[in-house]
């Protein structure tokens, strides 16, 4: 295992000259970081999401061009030797607008990978002259040159033997003479074309990273000051976590706490890398550590909320006593790459959720093809507008008592779908999205304060 820490930085971490500045001076104050990982200037993945989808319209081009542009301008307008920065990022502004143009006749995921990877690639151009103005000696990589994905455009999957002999033979010797700066989110196939890991995948890619090199330490900076019991803005009362299990983090990140992408931390767990999670904008507020194991495991831990969720409800008298019905939906599912998140089942029906993976965001949806070939087996209903509201915790399925603490706390709701059983650590629940911060709220008072 390497002596360094690999230190990853979100969005808002690096949205201005000032928080990069903030950014910088964590880097100063722990010796042991020698790879940073940073994502693109806060808004700008958005911006260049709507170039990707297509924008027809010239002039609405030119002012989301002109929004990056400026964003990037400001922070090089507070360098003091800026010229090699400002060129490396005007040239990939210019391959923006190239790719808006195309994008603009013919949108497709691989262009649009090319396209929303070239924030990241801009924002360590500025993080590098930043801390190299500081008198950190600082060299800027691209981290394509080790990041080996397949060919699934918007959602690659990590080819990790190729990332782990990459990572040893360029990377690592790297970080043994610099601070190494390099891109979350982004990474490459085995022909060269630029590939993302799915929207929000850059703690992920930190982690895979942090893996190839085999670091001793992986801390995730953003803009909150680690893991709460829930969401302070939904939950005012909601309190820090000083240190979580590898199992309950990865729940909470699953079913929608924003502050960890759900993939991060199984590359970590894989070589029990500990794994910090804190704010960048106040670093003496500490933290949660992600450990294999954490000293308390207490029955409730944290409530996590996820929005935009999708359900299908296929009814069929054809399943009740029958054999291979799931067998052809899931056949289905897969042929259409549509990944499932949560199922129940009933004698004639089946609900299930669908999982949003990839760079587009919003709700996932059912494709027309996939709704086609369920619909001759089956009766097909279709939900949008719910979310996900997940009670993480220990031993639940061994506690007497909590479930009416729980159901009785939400007997006001209409609870769409309820799914437990398959993990110790969790009961989660599907509302309409106009009553879950409600529910979330009253939950937590009960639970919590």
Same mark, same amino acid.
């Given at each position: 295992?390497?002596?360094?820490?690999?230190?990853?930085?979100? =969005?808002?971490?690096?949205?201005?000259?000032?928080? @990069?500045?903030?950014?910088?001076?964590?880097? /100063?104050?722990?010796?042991?970081?020698?790879?940073?990982?940073?994502?693109?200037?806060?808004?700008?993945?958005?911006?260049?999401?709507?170039?990707?989808?297509?924008?027809?319209?010239?002039?609405?081009?030119?002012?989301?061009?002109?929004?990056?542009?400026?964003?990037?301008?400001?922070?090089?307008?507070?360098?003091?030797?800026?010229?090699?920065?400002?060129? #490396?990022? *005007?040239?990939?502004?210019?391959?923006?607008?190239?790719?808006?143009?195309?994008?603009?006749?013919?949108?497709?995921?691989?262009?649009?990978?090319?396209?929303?990877?070239?924030?990241?690639?801009?924002?360590?151009?500025?993080?590098?002259?930043?801390?190299?103005?500081?008198?950190?000696?600082?060299?800027?990589?691209?981290?394509? #040159?080790?990041?080996?994905?397949?060919?699934?455009?918007?959602?690659?999957?990590?080819?990790?033997?190729?990332?782990?002999?990459?990572?040893?033979?360029?990377?690592?010797?790297?970080?043994?003479?610099?601070?190494?700066?390099?891109?979350?989110?982004?990474?490459?196939?085995?022909?060269?074309?630029?590939?993302?890991?799915?929207?929000?995948?850059?703690?992920?890619?930190?982690?895979?990273?942090?893996?190839?090199?085999?670091?001793? =330490?992986? #801390?995730?900076?953003?803009?909150?000051?680690?893991? *709460?019991?829930?969401?302070?803005?939904?939950?005012?009362?909601?309190?820090?976590?000083?240190?979580?299990?590898?199992?309950?983090?990865?729940?909470? !990140?699953?079913?929608?706490?924003?502050?960890?992408?759900?993939?991060?931390?199984?590359? !970590?767990?894989?070589?029990?890398?500990?794994?910090?999670?804190?704010?960048?904008? #106040?670093?003496?507020?500490?933290?949660?550590?992600?450990?294999?194991?954490?000293?308390?495991?207490?029955?409730? %831990?944290?409530?996590?909320?996820?929005?935009?969720?999708?359900?299908?409800?296929?009814?069929? !008298?054809?399943?009740?006593?029958? *054999? =291979?019905?799931?067998?052809?939906?899931?056949?289905?599912?897969?042929?259409?790459?549509?990944?499932?998140?949560?199922?129940?089942?009933?004698?004639?029906?089946?609900?299930?959720?669908?999982?949003?993976?990839?760079?587009?965001? =919003?709700?996932?949806?059912?494709?027309?093809?996939?709704?086609?070939?369920?619909?001759?087996?089956?009766?097909?209903?279709?939900?949008?507008?719910?979310?996900?509201?997940?009670?993480?915790?220990?031993?639940?399925?061994?506690?007497?008592?909590?479930?009416?603490?729980?159901?009785?706390?939400?007997?006001?709701?209409?609870? %769409? @779908?309820?799914? *437990?059983?398959?993990?110790?650590?969790?009961?989660?629940?599907?509302?309409?999205?106009?009553?879950?911060?409600?529910?979330?709220?009253?939950?937590?008072?009960?639970?919590? /304060?």
């Amino acid at each position: 295992m390497s002596a360094f820490n690999v230190a990853k930085f979100g =969005g808002t971490s690096v949205a201005n000259f000032e928080a @990069m500045s903030r950014c910088a001076v964590i880097i /100063e104050n722990n010796p042991e970081t020698k790879l940073v990982v940073s994502s693109a200037c806060s808004g700008v993945t958005n911006l260049l999401v709507e170039l990707a989808n297509g924008v027809s319209n010239q002039e609405r081009r030119s002012e989301l061009l002109t929004k990056i542009a400026s964003i990037h301008d400001s922070v090089l307008s507070h360098l003091n030797h800026s010229d090699e920065a400002a060129a #490396e990022i *005007y040239k990939i502004l210019d391959t923006v607008t190239s790719l808006a143009e195309a994008a603009s006749i013919q949108a497709s995921k691989k262009l649009t990978d090319h396209l929303v990877a070239c924030g990241e690639l801009m924002s360590t151009h500025l993080l590098a002259q930043l801390m190299r103005e500081r008198g950190i000696d600082a060299v800027r990589f691209d981290i394509r #040159e080790v990041l080996r994905t397949d060919s699934t455009f918007g959602r690659a999957e990590p080819q990790l033997a190729d990332i782990s002999t990459l990572a040893g033979e360029k990377l690592a010797p790297l970080c043994q003479k610099h601070v190494v700066i390099t891109q979350g989110f982004i990474g490459s196939d085995a022909e060269g074309n630029t590939t993302t890991l799915g929207r929000g995948g850059s703690d992920y890619s930190a982690a895979l990273i942090a893996e190839g090199v085999e670091a001793s =330490g992986l #801390e995730i900076w953003t803009d909150v000051p680690g893991i *709460y019991t829930t969401d302070p803005r939904v939950a005012p009362k909601a309190s820090p976590i000083a240190e979580i299990s590898f199992s309950e983090a990865s729940e909470m !990140a699953n079913f929608g706490a924003k502050i960890l992408h759900p993939s991060t931390l199984v590359p !970590a767990l894989r070589h029990d890398i500990p794994v910090f999670v804190g704010s960048s904008k #106040e670093p003496e507020r500490g933290g949660t550590w992600i450990r294999h194991n954490a000293e308390t495991s207490p029955l409730f %831990r944290a409530l996590a909320l996820r929005s935009n969720q999708t359900m299908v409800t296929l009814r069929s !008298a054809n399943m009740f006593h029958a *054999y =291979g019905f799931l067998a052809k939906v899931f056949e289905i599912l897969a042929k259409h790459k549509i990944s499932v998140d949560l199922i129940t089942t009933s004698e004639i029906s089946v609900s299930l959720t669908l999982d949003q993976t990839d760079t587009a965001g =919003g709700a996932p949806q059912l494709p027309e093809q996939a709704r086609f070939e369920l619909e001759e087996l089956c009766h097909v209903d279709v939900e949008h507008d719910l979310c996900l509201v997940a009670l993480i915790g220990n031993n639940m399925s061994e506690s007497k008592g909590y479930a009416k603490q729980v159901f009785g706390t939400l007997e006001d709701f209409n609870l %769409r @779908m309820i799914c *437990y059983g398959a993990s110790p650590h969790n009961l989660c629940f599907l509302l309409h999205e106009s009553v879950a911060k409600s529910a979330i709220q009253k939950l937590h008072t009960e639970l919590f /304060e």
